[in-house]
Each structure stands twice: as C-alpha cells, then as structure tokens.
C-alpha cells in the first residue's frame, strides 16, 4: 500500500508545515500529495506551487469540485499540470453536495451520477484530442445550440491547441454512497473513499465490483484500478488526547457539512453503526454548540477511520489497513505522524521483500520522523471555519 499526503482544503491560511512534509516526502519515497477544495483555497493552485519544487510525487487533486468549473475548463487544468509535472497529474472529482454546489457555485445539484457521467466524458474527449470537442449531453452541450436562450449562433467545435503530455490522465472518483461508489468502478481510474473503516472492507468490495460488472471492457479493472482513502493520524502516548485533535473534524463534516436531511458524510457514518451518535453530534453542531458536536463523537469511531496514539499501537494497526483493497493511504496530520506512518509501510514492505535498500529507506524515513516529533506541538487535523 502506497502512502500519500492529503493536504486538504485550507483554513484561515495554508496549512502550517504540509509544504516540509512534501518536499522530506519526496525525498523518502512518499507517494502522492493531494489537494481539496470548498469555499475557500482552490485545488489546482497549491500542488502548480507544490509540484514545482518536487520531483517524484504523484499530484492529484482529492478533489476538485465538478461544479466549479465546466469539464473543457477542468480538462484544461489537467493537461497544463500534467505537462509541467512530467506525467505526475491525477485528476480527483467530486460532486460535493447541495449546499455548497448550489449556495457557493449556483448551481443545480440534481442528478449527480448522470452529471457525474457527462463530466468525466467530456474530459476524456478534450485529453485524447482525436476531433473537436462535440457533446450533447442532458447538462453539458458543445457547441451550445443555436436556439438556446443567450446564444448568438457563432459557436462552433474546438480541439485543445495543447497536445497532451500523456493521451489519458488517470481520473478519481471520490464517493460515499454506494451508487456513486459503483459508478467509480464502471466509470473512473479510481475511487477515493472517506471515513473508511477497514472492518466494511468486503461492502466496498462488493459496491466496487457491481461497477466493475459494468464497466466497458477498454477500462477493464485489470488496468490498474486505484482505492485511496485520507486517514487522519496522529502520534500520541495518549489514545484519547489523540482522539480529541480528531473529534472536531468529525464533527464538522457530520453536523456541517451538509443540510440536514442531505448529510452525505452523515450518512456515510450512520450506515458504519453510529446513527445514534451521529444524530446527537449532528444536533448539537447545527444548535451552534462545536465543541459539545465534537466531544460527543464516540472514541470507537475514531479509532475505525483513524490511526491514532503510540507509535507501537499504529504499527500494529496498520496491519489491518494493508489487509483491505485500498492501493494507496493519504495521511492526514501533522508532519511526524505522516512520516512515521510512511516509514513503517516501507519498514513492511522491506520486510516482505527482503531488500536492504527499502530497510535503509525506512529507517531514513524514521530518523526524519524521530526529529519532527521532538518538535511537536499538537495540532488538529485542518477543517474549514
């Protein structure tokens, strides 16, 4: 299993320390760095800075929100970084929800999946670059038709004067519901999951494997299909003082991060088993009382979607996470806790395969790790204000 760093979206200001732990990470075999956005920081912006001063790690936006921006416009970014990246470019979509799509972008929300379809086609189109972009979809149509309400009747098709570094750039599908989650299998190069446990291992297995049922055989799962999930860390001596830098992201996503009826983080937590827990978190953040939201988030359920306390308990947790279909693991927490947890992937995998230099690799990783701790103040993971 691969180790990334989600990055996420920022706060008041960029993340303190992410940009030390990318540039060490590069150099220690990290494998990716990823980007989020909301209402705030952008997704593209931070891994063209990031990007330029490193040399080895895959850059993908986890994610770029579809409703920002139209798929040629989007497919625009994409081949732009993937050029000054050298082919390191993967392209992470989400539809995020309702409130967000409709009171930040004003924009319909309706109909995800079927605009989530539309979106990815039209992307592929513009990257291969075979023809000028033709599309009539249900959402998105190029050239906008002569008799649409504000067309002039001038339009007309257009292929990227940009020839693609790559003629496929890999493209992400974050998704919670079990629709959307199939629709990643049929559709995309990958999913990338939130809040997951690894005891729900075989569920998502069998939401994926509906999709790969249906999936064209050109885009078969056997080309490299990509499980990603951010898992927040944090290296403590005390399990519940590292549960506590948790609690308020948690809560931030299942009482605020959505309408009420229309959570979808929420639900994603009530289907794990927390429904109960979660109504009350939910409540509490909605009636303005945060800090009570968060101190009502179950420690059992911080322990299932994060890694957290002594170095020794997350070595022997991490076992459980190697175990499930995840490819690849972006950490999410301060810059000790990523490395250490990058340090003993590579300490497992150097043990698996015997081999010296991923021994050598590892214990470089360690000693960087051992030196951020010393360091260390506590932090919590970034969630929006």
Do not use: C
């Not at 392209?91 to 109909?111: D, H, I, K, N």
Request: hydrophobic share 40%.
């Amino acid at each position: 299993m691969r180790i990334g760093i989600q990055t996420g979206y920022w706060s008041r200001k960029p993340p303190k320390g992410i940009q030390q732990s990318i540039l060490a990470g590069d150099k220690l075999g990290l494998d990716s760095v990823w980007t989020a956005e909301a209402y705030g920081s952008d997704a593209f912006t931070p891994l063209a800075w990031w990007g330029s001063r490193t040399r080895n790690v895959r850059l993908g936006t986890g994610i770029a929100q579809m409703a920002a921006r139209t798929p040629t416009a989007t497919a625009m970014h994409a081949m732009t970084l993937d050029h000054l990246s050298h082919g390191r470019f993967v392209l992470g979509l989400g539809a995020s929800g309702p409130q967000v799509v409709e009171g930040w972008y004003g924009q319909p929300y309706q109909r995800p999946l079927a605009r989530t379809r539309e979106f990815v086609d039209v992307v592929r189109e513009v990257i291969a670059r075979e023809r000028p972009v033709s599309y009539d979809g249900a959402f998105y149509r190029m050239p906008l038709p002569d008799d649409a309400d504000g067309a002039t009747g001038l339009g007309k098709a257009l292929k990227p004067t940009v020839h693609p570094f790559r003629p496929e750039i890999p493209i992400v599908l974050a998704a919670q519901g079990p629709k959307n989650i199939a629709l990643a299998a049929e559709i995309a190069d990958g999913w990338m999951g939130s809040f997951y446990a690894p005891r729900l291992d075989r569920e998502f297995r069998e939401l994926l494997d509906a999709g790969f049922a249906k999936r064209r055989e050109e885009r078969s799962p056997a080309s490299g299909f990509e499980a990603i999930a951010t898992v927040p860390v944090f290296v403590r001596d005390d399990v519940e003082a590292a549960a506590d830098l948790i609690r308020p992201f948690v809560a931030l996503y299942a009482g605020g991060m959505g309408a009420k009826g229309a959570n979808f983080h929420k639900q994603s937590l009530d289907r794990m088993g927390y429904k109960e827990a979660m109504d009350e978190v939910q409540d509490l953040y909605l009636a303005g009382r945060k800090e009570d939201a968060a101190r009502a988030v179950p420690t059992e359920l911080v322990d299932e979607v994060a890694l957290i306390g002594p170095v020794k308990r997350i070595r022997d947790r991490f076992a459980a996470w190697e175990d499930t279909l995840l490819t690849t693991m972006l950490v999410q927490g301060d810059p000790s806790s990523v490395l250490t947890v990058l340090s003993i992937a590579q300490e497992r995998a150097a043990g698996s395969q015997g081999t010296t230099p991923g021994a050598r690799r590892a214990a470089r990783t360690r000693a960087v790790a051992g030196r951020a701790l010393a360091k260390l103040a506590p932090t919590k993971v970034p969630a929006a204000r």
